[in-house]
């Protein structure tokens, strides 16, 4: 089965005035990530997959995928609340020519290690596509633990784990489970843990504030698979330094999208009921205007 290395970014999603997907946009965004050398992640935290329908989700990978035109891999998000409908939706994505897909854990529902183990399971088998775990504690209430993730890369479709749920430790647990299994990676969710990661193993990363500095998110990378420690701490620190500033103002996903759209007005705003204040607006556009990377 074929690995998967490198910067991933989770793109957002546009919309226009009525809330609808703005297909031109989308296909930009992802003209820019692949210009970058970046792949995309489709219909994630940051593309907002919690307030998109089924439909839509297909119609975003679709797009995606298209634009991409296989010059950089494209990930899908395929997570939902029950077993069901996550098999349901990833039956409809791998057909669609994305490389891999990732699920995120069941939300409202607070799952044992035995139901987490016996979803993943489920999913991994009714796939032909490669399936990575996503551990988002924060936004689910669900946590995978190391020894589920570690049971699970036991399965032949399960080749990996996107983790973020935001600590070094919580990383480090499951980088040792890549280490002692060569088949199975870890992506850093991280944003300040990109270097960390690649440090010790992570084969890559899943990125949200790639959206807004992508540039950046890519020379990490590149710094470091050269052999340029200190290059790439630099650039380590200054894009650490956005996720510090930008996450102190509220949910991680709006504030990346409305920084984006500061600079770029067609990606549109996060769907309601999600409110940026005037205050954090403008504190936002500050932002904004220091780290946002234009690619022609």
């Known amino acids: 089965m074929t690995r998967i290395f490198g ?5 957002v999603t546009p919309f226009d005035a009525s809330e609808d997907i703005s297909e031109p946009a989308l296909r930009r965004q992802v003209e820019r990530q692949a210009k970058a050398g970046n792949g995309v992640f489709c219909a994630g935290t940051n593309g907002e997959f919690y307030a998109l329908s089924f439909q839509e989700k297909l119609r975003v990978a679709e797009i995606c995928v298209e634009a991409a035109a296989g010059r950089v891999p494209v990930l899908a998000h395929i997570g ?4 069901h409908e996550t098999i349901a939706l990833g039956k409809l994505i791998e057909k669609l020519g994305v490389k891999a897909m990732s699920a995120i854990t069941p939300s409202f529902i607070a799952c044992s290690q035995s139901e987490l183990i016996d979803h993943y399971r489920r999913v991994a088998d009714a796939l032909s596509k490669p399936v990575y775990l996503y551990n988002i504690p924060a936004r689910t209430g669900n946590t995978i633990q190391p020894d589920t993730a570690r049971i699970l890369a036991d399965h032949p479709n399960i080749i990996g784990i996107k983790d973020s749920a935001g600590s070094q430790e919580s990383l480090d647990a499951f980088l040792a489970i890549a280490r002692e299994r060569k088949d199975f990676d870890v992506l850093v969710g991280a944003d300040s843990l990109v270097l960390h990661g690649l ?20 020379a990490i990378h590149k710094s470091f698979v050269a052999g340029e420690a200190a290059l790439a701490a630099k650039h380590q620190d200054h894009y650490s330094s956005l996720r510090k500033q930008l996450y102190a103002h509220g949910f991680p996903p709006a504030l990346v999208k409305r920084a984006l759209r500061l600079a770029m007005p067609e990606v549109g705003a996060s769907r309601a009921p999600v409110l940026i204040s005037d205050e954090v607006n403008e504190k936002v556009r500050e932002i904004s205007q220091r780290f946002a990377e234009a690619i022609d």
Not at 7 to 11: G, K, N, S, T
């Open 7 to 11: 910067p991933f970014v989770a793109i």
């Open 80 to 83: 939902e609340i029950s077993t």
């Open 199 to 218: 440090q010790n193993g992570a084969a890559g990363c899943i990125s949200g504030l790639g959206n807004i500095s992508p540039v950046t998110l890519n």
